[in-house]
């Protein structure tokens, strides 16, 4: 038995060419694509451009910025202790005052009044007391004579002990009325106490620098509360800066630290200033962020703004409180060490810098810059000192006289690995 086979179509052949050509130019991209991974084709332009820069000795100035507040190193606020209406106030803003001037008179009338009530109730329990010493001196005679008597059985028992009783009495009596005495005596201290407090001195020399009533105006007082704020005198020719810091920057600041103080009301001056006090406790805060600050207060050197107040009144300061103030604390100095621009510093794991790293470190973060070495990107791990606005202290890993890459940015924290060819692009 024979067999016959039909011929194929033409339509069946090109279909099947065209199956095969798209075949092969799958298989064309895909060996493209791997040899470009593995390296077969391509290598003289793999080179990743990037910029470098010399290692040269530096100075490195670390600073602490922040912003506050101008005030006075001494502000006294004067509160009544005593209420009623203010009938004098022969002082206002801005005054110049010496101290035991008078600043403000409140209305003593109803604390002479108290003052007088005193005295009257003091001398009335002055005379309960000569009373009943009169009466404890006659039960104690009276005891005596019973005494000698009952010993001798002229009287009888319940005699003696009337005796005795009125005695006991007498002796209570008179020791209730000396204590009358100077229960009286402290009230009639403290009314004049109070008395005296209705008038208020300047307690030092200085400047009011806030006036917060007016004449005819109420105050209130007491033992128990703080009362109505009066006034502030305050020394304007010592004058500080308060400022917050965050708890990352507190632990670099020092008393004594130098400061440069710019005051947004002086533009282009730069005063001078030193650190005087840093807060032991960080400020209350009801913030959502809840960022830790602590008080650092800066006291202004008065040579650096001497000449501002030359043809000036006497006491005059060109500094007011509440005036914005930007400060830079000077934390650190160091001559001649190795530097490098902070942007040039990445974190990488340990075992991306040395593969040979134990298991147990390979995953732990480590500041590592890239060095050129023989036209390729070197990763090393380097340990690092303090900085200031644009570069940072190299303690190891690099020296001196070497080259490393700065950027880009880019290039530096993603595309670039170690061992990597590269090509400065130096302008």
């Known amino acids: 038995m024979f067999y016959t086979f039909a011929p194929e179509n033409n339509f069946t052949i090109m279909k099947r060419k065209t199956v095969l050509i798209i075949l092969a130019v799958i298989l064309l991209i895909i060996i493209l694509i791997i040899g470009k991974k593995a390296g077969w084709f391509g290598e003289e332009n793999s080179a990743i451009n990037v910029e470098t820069q010399k290692v040269i000795p530096t100075t490195l100035i670390q600073k602490v910025s922040a912003t506050g507040k101008i005030q006075p190193e001494l502000e006294i606020k004067l509160s009544s202790e005593v209420s009623g209406e203010i009938i004098e106030l022969p002082v206002k803003e801005g005054q110049m005052v010496k101290k035991g001037d008078l600043l403000v008179r409140i209305n003593p009338d109803i604390y002479q009044s108290v003052v007088k009530r005193s005295a009257a109730s003091l001398e009335t329990v002055r005379a309960s007391l000569q009373q009943s010493s009169a009466t404890l001196k006659e039960a104690e005679e009276s005891y ?7 010993d001798k059985g002229v009287i009888s028992k319940s005699d003696w002990d009337k005796a005795v009783s009125a005695y006991e009495v007498a002796k209570a009596s008179r020791e209730s009325a000396r204590f009358n005495v100077q229960s009286a005596m402290a009230s009639v201290s403290e009314a004049q106490d109070n008395l005296k407090k209705t008038i208020i001195y300047s307690p030092t020399d200085g400047t009011i620098s806030k006036l917060s009533v007016e004449l005819g105006e109420r ?9 109505t704020e009066i006034m502030r005198v305050a020394n304007l020719h010592n004058m500080e800066v308060e400022v917050d810091v965050n708890e990352n920057d507190i632990v670099k600041i020092s008393v004594g630290d130098s400061v440069n103080v710019e005051v947004d009301a002086y ?5 001078k200033g030193t650190v005087t006090n840093i807060a032991n406790t960080a400020n209350a805060t009801t ?11 800066i006291h202004i050197e008065e040579a650096s703004y001497k000449d501002l107040s030359e043809n000036k009144p006497v006491g005059y300061s060109p500094f007011r409180p509440g005036m914005t103030a930007t400060v830079d604390i000077i934390t650190q100095t160091k001559k001649d060490v190795v530097a490098v621009p902070i942007s040039a510093i990445i974190v990488k794991k340990k ?11 390979a995953d732990k973060k480590q ?3 890239f060095v050129l070495k023989d036209g390729k990107a070197e990763l090393r ?3 690092t000192g303090i900085q200031d606005n644009v570069n940072i202290e190299i303690l190891s890993g690099v020296a001196k006289d070497e080259t490393i890459i700065t950027g880009p940015y880019s290039a530096i924290s993603k595309t670039l690995k170690n061992g990597d060819a590269v090509q400065t692009t130096n302008k």
């Open 287 to 297: 913030s959502a962020d809840q960022v830790t600050n602590f008080k650092v207060k």
């Open 351 to 361: 075992s991306e810098i040395d593969p040979k790293t134990p298991k147990e470190e």
């Open 267 to 271: 533009l282009k001056r730069v005063f």
């Open 219 to 227: 105050v209130v007082g007491t033992m128990q509360m703080t009362g």
């Open 381 to 383: 791990a380097v340990n």
């Open 367 to 369: 500041e590592a810059v």
């Open 144 to 150: 005596k004579r019973n005494k000698v008597l009952f």
